[in-house]
């Protein structure tokens, strides 16, 4: 399946419209503080961060802050809607450590060892990102030392066993909802 095709779908970006509406919530935020979600992954100020499946920047504003204007974030979506908003929000928060890219993440075109941490909240499981394909596509962009934090919904329990074993990486903890790895 062509994902370029697939992300500007004008009918799968139409019925993806209500679900940007409930990320981009206030009960959302209430319920789901990305802040403290963005801690459970322990993002740190200087890195450089992916975030996969951005959707309408519900964590990529936040991230951006925390990491600073000495980290730079890569704000990942297939669907071609969410990446414009989310390019709309960056400018309006003049935030030059940011990059919006409308991209598919079994394939993200980024170089070899160029993050220190992955972002996968809210993306898995999801049919379109099989484990088989996107494992080895964050192992290939995560430096030596690189950490991939993942938070589901919904939760569904295969997916830290499939993460596991594929031997690419390795649990490290939970904490505040969210699974953190290290690169094998």
Known sequence: MDADKLGKSRLLNWLFKPAGMIMESRLR???MNPVKTLQGAGIQPGQTVLEVG????????PAARLIGDQGYLVAMDALADYTKRVSKKVQAENLTNVRVVHRDALETGLDAASMDMLLLFGVLPFPY???GR???EMHRILKPEGRMALWMFPVAGWVPKSIFDSGLFTFISKQNGVYNYRRH
């Open 29 to 31: 935020k209430w319920l």
């Open 54 to 61: 951005c959707g309408t920047g519900f964590f990529t504003i």
């Open 129 to 131: 990102l099989p484990l």
């Open 134 to 136: 996107l494992l080895p």
